[in-house]
């Protein structure tokens, strides 16, 4: 599949390919993507907003430039900003891939790290050279400040373009508590919700703190995706309940908002709302007990996302898929075409 | 009233302009009330020393009018408050003063004018649209203030910059208004009426201020607008549905 390499989150070239129940591959314009929902489905996103948790910045015992990129915290309360578990690159931008990146100096417990104008401590190694978890200094408002005026989002190297806030924060962005962009929800806007309603569909989200994507380090990515925690709003439990009492279909926007469904979910199908934290993945072997459909981007083989798609789709439809796809000249990443599997 | 039986308890707010005037005044009746309010305003000195004044409010320096600014003060106001419930477009630019005619005013100070009084706004509120259309699903409601003027509406010499910026805004809100019903987002265009703020008496510095409104008056008035303008729910109710497990309204 093709890399994107523009930051349009709604391009009008954009395609959609939907596998229907019955295995059918059909090939549509990504606009018409309601033209597929059902009265009484119920479309889930993740209104997460994406942090600005590239920081540039000194290992201050050795002098050395770095790369710190946020990638995990406790929990969603916003006064939980202290603590971080965070990857630390070798300098370079976004031009650079991270796999060719000088190696960062080796961080140690009690090291300490200047971004711009916030200060942080080593707290501890996370069973990786590069994987630490962070402290800040600071309370959280002067935390969030020095995020909001020195963090960049989390580059590509794929892109033309760096990317600002503006680029990666989807029309729903609420908490900013992303690592990187719920890209799914890139095709969401006001218009294609109201789309929904017309439908006679509902809208509703969750809010999941999406990791990072890929580190750069084949060994670190063999982690991925690291526990997420989420929130399920209590009126986003309440229309699933509705939903499946009238017959309607759950579908995911994306693969985050499977993982917290997914965790939340009791035994029998019912969905827990409140806090948790989403560990594990998914995979063929895992039984869907929420989610019936998912609207995702384009995903290659041998990634988590791909591994995810096999919870809703048997091999040998999802290597079609796979091959349609290339066909077609379909694009992949973040800012990439679609797929909707029903 | 009880703190937590006021229909501001638990609500989280954002009011830019907020050292001074009316907005000042906006951030200690809402933080009275018992409301979590995050305040923007330009100069960094100030918005410390408000902070500092009114425990509990979270202060967060930006300019609406710069561009570059929206995103930092947008991601502020989320993060620290954990969503958004209200959203209080009060920070304004009056323009040179003394007020010029709209023929002698400068196209640069006119595009000022408009940059604070019409682009901040609408660029800080489509910022944070997700969060506040969030809010209105979870039941809280959510609605957006645009603080106007009554120069929207009437044509007084010398009030061409500010007068037309701020019709702007008033339509804009209107729109915004019919747009966003079916998601469950308010939005008011409100003329707080002449008050004895620091912006008054540039526009006009002879005025008598005995007869002017007080700002905190105004703020009042507001804030009932506002909760008109939300769902009759209970402290129990909106806390329940509230985003996160936060030690902040505990």
Known sequence: MIATDSAVQRPTDAKLLVVDSQRNLIHVPRTAFVEFLRPNDLVIANDAATLPASLSGVHQQTGKSVEVRLAGRHSLDPLDVKHFRAIVF???????????????????????????????????????????????????????????????????????????????????????VAFEPPSASFILDWHVLGGIREHRASFATITHAAGISSTGDEYLDRFLPFDEPYHIPIATAKTVESTRRRGGRVIAVGTTVVRALEAAATDDGHLQS?????????????????????????????????????AFLEDSTLE????????????????GDSVLIL | MTASSDPFSDLRVAITGGTSGLGLALVRELVNRGARVAF?????????????????????????????DIYPIAIQITGELGGLDVLINNASDLGPTPLPMLS????????????????????????LMGALAASAREGRGAVVLNVTSDAAVNAYPGWGSYGSSKAALHHMSRIWNEEHASEGVRFLSLDPGDMDTPMHTAAIPDADPATLKRPEQSAHEFAEAIT??????????????HGFSSSASN
């Open chain 1, 320 to 335: 079609r898929a796979t091959s349609e796809l290339i066909t077609h000249h379909y694009k992949t990443h973040e800012f």
């Open chain 2, 104 to 127: 002698d005013t400068e196209c640069e100070d006119l595009e000022h004018v408009f940059a604070t009084n019409v682009f901040g706004p609408f660029r800080l509120t489509k910022a």
């Open chain 1, 274 to 310: 409140g806090d948790g934290v989403a560990k594990g993945k998914i995979g063929p072997a895992t039984r869907l007990r929420v989610v019936d459909a998912i609207l995702s981007g384009t995903h290659e083989p041998g990634t988590s996302h791909y591994e995810l798609l096999r």
């Open chain 1, 90 to 176: 070798g300098e370079g931008d976004f031009h650079l891939r991270t796999e060719d990146r000088p190696v960062p100096p080796t961080p140690h417990a009690g090291d300490t790290l200047q971004l711009g104008p916030l200060h942080a401590t080593v707290e501890e190694l996370l069973g990786y050279p590069r994987l630490v978890s962070l402290l800040f200094d600071g309370n959280a408002d002067q935390i969030w400040a020095g995020l909001a005026s020195h963090g960049k989002p989390i580059q590509y190297s794929h892109m033309q373009t760096s990317l600002e806030l503006w680029d990666v924060w989807t029309r729903i962005a609420g908490p900013p």
């Open chain 2, 228 to 241: 008109e303008a939300l769902p009759q729910i209970t402290w129990m109710e909106r806390h329940d549905s």
């Open chain 2, 40 to 68: 923007v305003a330009r100069t960094r000195e100030r918005v410390e020393q408000v902070a500092r004044e009114i425990p509990g409010a979270h202060g967060i320096v930006g300019d609406v009018s710069v561009k570059e």
